[in-house]
């Protein structure tokens, strides 16, 4: 049974850092690409950042590049969001995604149930 498992969400103070992760279990995922979105309130849920199979070639949306850098294991079975120079906007619901590489929700198969960010003025 596959499992996604997001950790290290909580409360921040802002132009605070947090890093994210993400483990998953149950198959290989040695060929997935991986991604994070997030959701906030009643907004759509929103690409945050993707990489794909290797690690190597990764894409932002406009308003974390510079501040946000997804990365994964070796194992290619944890991924990682660092997050800097927090801002009071990217407090969210954040997930994580295993799938195909891109910045749709419907490249991705699965899905975790998500971490909190909060981040405070």
């Known amino acids: 049974q596959v499992q996604v498992v997001e950790s290290g969400g909580r409360s921040v103070e802002a132009g605070g850092s947090l890093r994210l992760s993400c483990a998953a279990s149950?198959?290989?995922?040695?060929?997935?690409?991986t991604a994070w979105f997030r959701q906030d309130g009643g907004r759509e849920r929103e690409f945050v950042a993707v990489c794909d199979w290797s690690g190597n070639i990764t894409d932002y949306t406009d308003s974390v590049k510079g501040r946000f850098s997804i990365s994964r294991d070796s194992a290619q079975t944890i991924v990682y969001l660092e997050m800097n120079n927090l801002k009071p906007e990217d407090t969210a619901l954040y997930y994580c995604?295993?799938?195909?590489?891109?910045?749709?929700?419907?490249?991705?198969?699965?899905w975790g149930q998500g971490t909190r960010v909060t981040v405070t003025v």
């Open positions: 149950g198959r290989t995922f040695n060929n997935y690409a």
């Open positions: 995604a295993w799938g195909s590489y891109g910045r749709t929700l419907g490249s991705y198969k699965y």
